[in-house]
């Protein structure tokens, strides 16, 4: 079982900065891939970035490319997203997800992550 906990969403201007954090209980967070995904009001929740377990694969949607960066810290069970000059459009509420099944196939599909954390609101104005 492994528990994920989001902080670092909050209000931000067009063209300015935040980094999410997750934080994940448990023993085995290092044998799990990590994914960002985010979720716009009346939109499908739609994948961010993702980080293979071994932290050597990095995947990034086109939308985000350049911008964002996911990184993680297995010594202190963490996944973090840097987000650089955010735009009105990545206003959403971003979850982190952890899977033990995820192949560099599969990291853009919700539905095999096996843990969800509660999300974290982020918006950007213009």
């Known amino acids: 079982q492994v528990q994920l906990v989001e902080s670092g969403g909050g209000l931000v201007q067009a063209g300015g900065s935040l980094r999410l954090s997750c934080a994940a209980s448990?023993?085995?967070?290092?044998?799990?891939?990590m994914g960002w995904f985010r979720q716009a009001p009346g939109k499908e929740r739609e994948f961010v970035a993702a980080?293979?377990?071994?932290?050597?694969?990095?995947y990034y949607a086109d939308s985000v490319k350049g911008r964002f960066t996911i990184s993680r810290d297995n010594a202190k069970n963490t996944v973090y997203l840097q987000m650089n000059s955010l735009k009105p459009e990545d206003t959403a509420v971003y979850s982190c997800?952890?899977?033990?099944?995820?192949?560099?196939?599969?990291?853009?599909?919700?539905?095999?992550?096996?843990?969800w954390g509660q999300g974290t609101q982020v918006t950007v104005s213009s």
């Open positions: 997800a952890a899977g033990g099944r995820i192949s560099p196939v599969t990291y853009t599909t919700p539905r095999l992550y096996d843990y």
């Open positions: 980080i293979m377990w071994s932290g050597g694969s990095i």
């Open positions: 448990g023993r085995t967070f290092s044998m799990y891939s």
